[in-house]
């Protein structure tokens, strides 16, 4: 029998590749976009792709129904993926941009589970895959809003696994580092939209920093930086292996990272964290 996956954040990026590849791989895949015509673009391409906003309720239930219509009542995987990022200092963010970013960011995760869990549970098995970060587990300046809503996701995916543990349903973290994506493009209107540095007491250092990485042309990929593919590997090992691991890295800086973690003190990870 075909295996069934709904994959959230396909426009581009690691949901798109992800898409493509696990159809290539013989999955029956459901690829996701919040915007319609995103969905259309993909359609043309040969892939299902039925809306899903994280942020609108409706549209989950709607994209469920579909799915469990097309594959006769059965899914066995989700990758919970679409998110985007307000880059800015914690102290310009206002309070309603960290409500903005976490409808998507981690409520419509939270949201998605609620409604696949009934369907695993009467099939019997499934996997939900969450894509994290390794700012899921260590947080960098100027990133805030986004950092805070992936460490909110790893709290409730440990959480969640624990409580599965009484069932067959595997309950995996994806932690990517730095990939080539679209990420940085697509968080500017938000910037735009919530940060008002120019009022800002930090201006000097927006002006220093974080303009420039968000407006200047982007050159060369970051060090370490991998193509969504990376991701992608790592995805296919999660659901096709007989004992997926609790949580995957991908790239280098999240192994390294996740390393320094356990052996530093606080202190001295801040200290190293800040010459970056």
């Given at each position: 029998m075909q295996k069934s996956i709904l994959i959230s954040g396909c426009s581009s990026g690691i949901g798109l590749d992800c898409a493509i590849t696990l159809q290539a791989n013989g999955w029956r895949v459901f690829a996701s976009c919040r915007k319609q015509q995103d969905?259309?673009?993909l359609s043309e391409m040969g892939l299902d792709s039925p809306r899903l906003d994280h942020a609108d309720k409706n549209s989950i239930k709607?994209?469920?129904a579909y799915v469990l219509e097309k594959t006769g009542d059965r899914l066995d995987a989700i990758f919970n993926n679409g998110a985007f990022a307000i880059p800015g200092a914690v102290e310009d963010l206002p309070t309603d941009a960290l409500r903005d970013i976490y409808e998507t960011n981690f409520f419509g995760y939270h949201e998605v589970i609620r409604q696949v869990l009934p369907i695993m549970r009467a099939q019997g098995s499934g996997r939900i895959l969450n894509c994290s970060s390794v700012l899921g587990f260590a947080a960098l300046p100027?990133?805030?809003?986004?950092t805070s809503t992936k460490f909110a996701l790893e709290g409730l995916t440990d959480?969640?696994?624990?409580e599965m543990r009484d069932t067959n349903i595997a309950i995996i973290l994806i932690e990517p580092g730095p990939i080539t994506t679209q990420i940085r493009e697509k968080s500017v209107p938000h910037f735009e939209k919530w940060i008002d540095w120019k009022n800002?007491?930090?201006r000097p250092q927006y002006e220093a920093g974080l303009l420039k990485r968000l407006?200047?042309?982007k050159g060369l990929p970051d060090k370490f930086e991998l193509p969504a593919s990376a991701v992608t590997a790592k995805v296919l090992m999660a659901l096709e292996s007989k004992r997926p691991k609790p949580r995957y890295y991908v790239t280098t800086p999240t192994y390294y990272i996740g390393f320094l973690k356990r052996v530093l003190s606080t202190r001295a990870f801040d200290w190293l964290i800040s010459r970056l």
């Amino acid at each position: 029998m075909q295996k069934s996956i709904l994959i959230s954040g396909c426009s581009s990026g690691i949901g798109l590749d992800c898409a493509i590849t696990l159809q290539a791989n013989g999955w029956r895949v459901f690829a996701s976009c919040r915007k319609q015509q995103d969905c259309d673009r993909l359609s043309e391409m040969g892939l299902d792709s039925p809306r899903l906003d994280h942020a609108d309720k409706n549209s989950i239930k709607t994209t469920l129904a579909y799915v469990l219509e097309k594959t006769g009542d059965r899914l066995d995987a989700i990758f919970n993926n679409g998110a985007f990022a307000i880059p800015g200092a914690v102290e310009d963010l206002p309070t309603d941009a960290l409500r903005d970013i976490y409808e998507t960011n981690f409520f419509g995760y939270h949201e998605v589970i609620r409604q696949v869990l009934p369907i695993m549970r009467a099939q019997g098995s499934g996997r939900i895959l969450n894509c994290s970060s390794v700012l899921g587990f260590a947080a960098l300046p100027w990133r805030g809003a986004y950092t805070s809503t992936k460490f909110a996701l790893e709290g409730l995916t440990d959480t969640l696994r624990l409580e599965m543990r009484d069932t067959n349903i595997a309950i995996i973290l994806i932690e990517p580092g730095p990939i080539t994506t679209q990420i940085r493009e697509k968080s500017v209107p938000h910037f735009e939209k919530w940060i008002d540095w120019k009022n800002s007491t930090r201006r000097p250092q927006y002006e220093a920093g974080l303009l420039k990485r968000l407006y200047e042309p982007k050159g060369l990929p970051d060090k370490f930086e991998l193509p969504a593919s990376a991701v992608t590997a790592k995805v296919l090992m999660a659901l096709e292996s007989k004992r997926p691991k609790p949580r995957y890295y991908v790239t280098t800086p999240t192994y390294y990272i996740g390393f320094l973690k356990r052996v530093l003190s606080t202190r001295a990870f801040d200290w190293l964290i800040s010459r970056l």
